[in-house]
């Protein structure tokens, strides 16, 4: 693999999972070899000196890296000290780590949690810590593997903004690795795209997307898959693709919203007037009832903080309400012990590494099945999560998406009655969302099991769920079909509600399809 990075630059590295994306940041920030171990040949140059040159001192103060799970780059006890770990480390005097903390903190919306343990934070607010602590640095270079994939939709869009502005108005050479492209992709000067450990396209965004779909790879924005099959031209954005779209139906119609699911009578989960709050902390979950319904898919979205991960815990049994009430299939959760809620309730953190620990992916399975005293169909599920070729393989040298999927089939092979997802789509590609969709649809329509799902990905779970779920400050705020929930909302909206609000009623990219299809017909 080759690549020149002109300094300044925005270049966007696109690609399936397990392409080498992070691999090639490491290498970037000189963690490979020397961190990471393994076989290394080339070189890679900054300003024209080998890194292998650069004192370590030095390297820090002109790269900067965020790491997909924020959890590997926490090193101390709070958010505060965290942020002042690595300019201490650099000499600088205290005034300027005061300042650059405090600037640091406002610009991340960390200043409430500065006292607070880096332990209790959410998935989220550890993301927003790491990227901090790497920013207060003032790095010539910022590397950012997959740094929104635990930020909710208004702090992505605030956070990647930010980062363009510091590329604009400052000079800084940012290259970012990320999956959910529509965010991201018209931000970028470059779009680099990897498959298996090589760069297949290196190209200005529209030139790269229309390459990218010539050669049949899905790396591109939603509203750029749909249109370009229309009409052959590449829009980037929402305001791109509404004007085409709006060319391409002049004189139409508004069109029908699309069918949506119903929710079964049957509940998985009842929950009433719950509450929880962590010791020595502020109340997670407050007040909170929810309806979950049986045999179906049903997904929360919501800001950091909102509750949504503790709201798993307390239905999984790793936490006990202060007050209120859960019932799980009928049946009191409190009158639940480990070994029946172990039985009936898989959950699935938003760390897959808390679940790896075996030397294969087979292993993984096998373990979950004995320790419960069972027998199952590892093969069937290692195929049906699109495993079976890595069954060999020890899980730690996948790729976080890979390892996601590896986690979730050590739970799958069980059979549980009602599956708890924390972030399953975090670090995962295109396709692998579409046959995670498959598979948990699946799930719920042919097996009868029920889904509850945490995400930020809101255009996964316009898709997929006939259920959604708004959660802040604790509370349920809204509950109902996606395009109940979703369909109007100002940070929550998918692109694809985006592109046809006011035109038609539309939420997912099959219905989108299926309209343009439609519209493209009555229109000659």
């Not at 590329?167 to 970028?188: F, P």
């Not at 509370?475 to 592109?499: I, M, N, W």
């Given at each position: ?20 994306k ?8 000189g ?83 500065l ?38 939709p ?53 030139e ?37 779209l ?20 049957d ?18 979950v407050?007040?909170?009832s ?61 760390n ?173």
């Amino acid at each position: 693999m080759s690549l020149e990075i002109e300094e300044g630059t925005f270049v966007l590295l696109a690609g399936p999972s397990g392409s080498g994306k992070s691999t090639v940041l490491r290498a970037f920030a000189g963690l490979v070899p020397d961190f990471h171990g393994g076989v290394f040949g080339g070189r890679v140059l900054l300003d024209g000196r080998d890194l292998r040159d650069v004192g370590r001192r030095e390297l820090a103060r002109s790269v900067g890296i965020v790491f997909q799970d924020p959890e590997k780059q926490l090193v101390m006890t709070t958010v505060e000290r965290e942020l002042c770990f690595g300019l201490e480390n650099i000499g600088l005097p205290s005034t300027v780590i005061a300042r650059r903390v405090a600037e640091g903190a406002e610009f991340l919306g960390l200043t409430p949690y500065l006292r607070t343990p880096t332990a209790e934070l959410s998935g989220g607010l550890k993301q927003k810590t790491v990227l901090a602590a790497v920013l207060v640095m003032q790095p010539r270079v910022l590397l950012l593997d997959e740094p929104t994939s635990q930020l909710d939709p208004a702090a992505a869009d605030e956070f990647l903004s930010l980062v363009r502005r510091l590329n604009q108005e400052y000079g800084l050479t940012v290259i970012l690795s990320e999956q959910r492209l529509d965010r991201c992709y018209h931000l970028a000067d470059r779009v680099a795209v990897m498959e298996a450990g090589r760069v297949v396209i290196d190209a200005p965004p529209r030139e790269a997307a229309k390459l990218a779909l010539n050669a049949g790879l899905p790396y591109v924005p939603a509203v750029t898959r749909l249109l370009a099959a229309v009409n052959g031209r590449h829009p980037l954005t929402v305001a791109e693709g509404r004007r085409e779209l709006l060319r391409t139906v002049a004189g139409g119609h508004a069109g029908q919203a699309q069918g949506a699911r119903t929710d079964p009578a049957d509940l998985a989960v009842e929950a009433s007037r719950v509450r929880y709050a962590y010791p020595r902390g502020a109340a997670a979950v407050t007040d909170l009832s929810l309806a979950v319904p049986a045999g179906a898919i049903t997904t929360v979205v919501g800001p950091n903080g909102a509750g949504k991960s503790t709201l798993l815990k307390l239905l999984a049994g790793l936490l006990k309400p202060d007050g209120g009430r859960i019932r799980i299939f009928g049946r009191d959760r409190g009158t639940l012990n480990k070994a029946g809620l172990a039985a009936g309730v898989a959950y699935l953190a938003q760390n897959p590494n808390d679940y790896l620990f075996r030397d294969t992916v087979a292993e993984e399975l096998g373990f979950t099945l004995r320790a419960l005293g069972r027998s199952g169909p590892v093969a069937d599920v290692l195929a049906a999560c699109g495993l079976s070729d890595l069954a060999g393989v020890n899980p730690r040298d996948l790729s976080a998406g890979e390892r996601q999927r590896v986690a979730l089939a050590s739970l799958l092979v069980a059979g549980p009655s009602l599956i708890l997802l924390d972030e399953p789509t975090r670090g995962v590609d295109q396709p692998a969302k579409d046959t995670l969709g498959r598979l948990l649809d699946r799930l719920c329509r042919q097996d009868g099991k029920s889904v509850l799902l945490v995400t930020h990905d809101v255009d996964f779970a316009a898709e997929w769920a006939a259920k959604v779920v708004f959660m802040a400050g604790g509370r349920v705020l809204a509950a109902g079909t996606p395009a109940e929930v979703l369909g109007d909302s100002l940070f929550y909206s998918p692109q694809v509600a985006r592109l046809f609000r006011g035109v038609a009623e539309v939420t997912t990219f099959s219905a989108a399809r299926a309209w343009m299809a439609q519209a493209g017909a009555g229109h000659g």
